[in-house]
């Protein structure tokens, strides 16, 4: 699976848009960007995921660049709550399976 | 719906005892992961379980860890001998297909294991 690269930090005012970058230089035609996110002593929680097209949820939306190789998560509106190590993840589709490789993340801190 | 489970939450045991972790996967999901994350230190893969096929043990650290998993379902990690550097949170996670097309593992809320 590719490689990401993400900040190690970020810091957002609550009520304000998050943009939380991912580079996946290396990314190949059938692999998937997928975030996930960890709040403190929780399990990682699935927020999204895409392959080509932009993508939205009720949670956030997703931006992947034409050729692919970066993307940028987008929390709308930022609230306290959503403070947590934020995670970009490629992954291969098909019949290739298994684990996900997780990187050290982006810290995302939301302040008042 | 449930999500994935895991028992117990929180475990502590003195160093050379034997330790069973437990994860009750989504219902109807055919794939289970096994992860652990040692303190302030990112996820770790350590076994993958899909349906009848013989299982991922690629990430086990060594011989004193095993798993299985039971009916498709249930899963048990085993850890033998307890060290201090297993100490750590033993995560599981749980999806429908195991890898055909876009596959989103969700996860349970782990099991925080400390070896005295």
């Known amino acids: 699976d590719a490689k990401t690269t993400q900040p190690p930090s970020m810091d957002c005012a609550e009520g304000r848009a998050a943009n939380l970058p991912c580079n996946h230089s290396t990314i190949s035609g059938n692999e998937y960007v997928y975030w996930y996110r960890q709040i403190h002593s929780q399990g990682p929680q699935y927020i999204i995921h895409g392959l080509k097209n932009n993508e939205t949820n009720e949670m956030a939306s997703l931006i992947i660049t034409e050729d692919r190789k970066s993307s940028t998560l987008i929390l709308p509106h930022a609230t306290l709550r959503d403070t947590a190590v934020y995670y970009c993840i490629v992954r291969s589709g098909g019949t290739s399976y298994g684990k996900l490789t997780f990187g050290q993340g982006t810290i995302l801190t939301v302040h008042p | 719906g449930a999500g994935v489970s895991q028992s117990p939450s929180n475990k502590v045991t003195e160093k050379g005892k034997d330790v069973e972790l437990r994860c009750d996967p989504i219902?109807?999901?055919?794939?289970l992961y096994w992860y652990r994350q040692s303190l302030g230190q990112g996820l770790e893969f350590l076994i993958y379980f899909q349906g009848n096929s013989a299982p991922d043990k690629s990430g086990l650290p060594s011989d004193r860890f095993s798993a299985e998993r039971t009916g498709g379902s249930v899963s048990t990690l085993t850890i033998q001998r307890t060290q201090q550097e297993d100490s750590a949170v033993y995560l599981c996670a749980s999806s429908f297909s195991g890898g055909v097309g876009a596959d989103t593992q969700y996860f349970g809320p782990g099991t925080r294991l400390t070896v005295l």
């Open positions: 219902s109807g999901h055919t794939a």
